[in-house]
């Protein structure tokens, strides 16, 4: 046991360890008790040497999390409207679009409706007439005096002819009627017409009939009958009894 030095034995009676101020004394680590060292020396030049901490400071201290909570807060209200608004006005584009879709479609819709509507208006007022027009010929050929009322042939006729003259105004007119309504094509006109002209009474009443044709001019009615004048003179020039080979039909053009 090691024995205490007269001044280390004072100094212990002068101070108690559980009273102040030598509690606080007795209370540091040994290693703060201990004498400094040339260790210790160089320690401590390392640490002041040392780069200091690279992290931002405000005012020397370190950044509050709060106030980079609250830029960004600042940055979010600010930018949410501005998104909202741009949301929005895609929004009223991609409605007004469909809404502009919509109206196009609603009004191809009625204008074909309307098509359809002059159209069956058209073929209405057609068969009307070619009914008025059938009822006509009908008198007509039924009583010898109404029908001098449609004599209007280049040549004077009997009135056996000129009773088969109306008819075959009807038979023409018919086919004409089916052709404009579109039940037969521009083809199948020519074709039947092509048949009518066989027979010598359908010829007579062609030729008697030319200057009544010429006064419609410029009309669809007009160009059919030019068509046929065309088909009557290649059938008169014919060599071959094969009639039915004469002539070149017309293209279909869709029309009816």
Request: aromatic letters at 6%.
């Amino acid at each position: 046991m090691t024995e205490r030095s007269p001044a280390a034995q004072r100094d212990t009676r002068l101070c108690d360890p559980e009273y102040p101020p030598c509690a606080s004394f007795s209370a540091l680590p040994a290693a703060r008790l201990r004498p400094a060292t040339l260790e210790d020396g160089k320690r401590t030049a390392a640490v002041a040497g040392s780069p200091p901490d690279a992290r931002p400071t405000t005012g020397g201290r370190a950044p509050d999390p709060g106030v980079d909570m609250a830029t960004k807060s600042t940055a979010s209200r600010r930018t949410g409207p501005a998104a909202a608004m741009g949301i929005g006005v895609i929004a009223g584009v991609l409605v007004a679009r469909v809404l502009q879709h919509r109206a196009l479609e609603a009004l191809h819709l009625r204008l074909a409706q309307l098509e359809h509507t002059a159209h069956t208006q058209r073929h209405t007022n057609l068969a009307h007439q070619q009914r008025l027009h059938w009822e006509l010929l009908s008198k007509a050929i039924d009583d010898p005096e109404l029908a001098e009322v449609l004599d209007l042939y280049e040549t004077p006729v009997s009135p056996k002819q000129r009773r088969q003259y109306l008819f075959a105004n009807a038979l023409y007119t018919n086919l004409l009627f089916n052709y404009r309504i579109g039940n037969i094509s521009h083809e199948e006109f020519f074709k039947h017409v092509r048949g009518f002209l066989q027979n010598p009474a359908v010829r007579e009443y062609w030729y008697a009939t030319r200057q009544q044709r010429a006064s419609l001019a410029d009309t669809e009615e007009a160009e059919l009958g030019q068509m046929v004048d065309d088909l009557l003179q290649q059938l008169e020039e014919a060599d071959t009894e094969e009639w039915w080979v004469v002539g070149e039909p017309p293209a279909d053009d869709g029309d009816g």
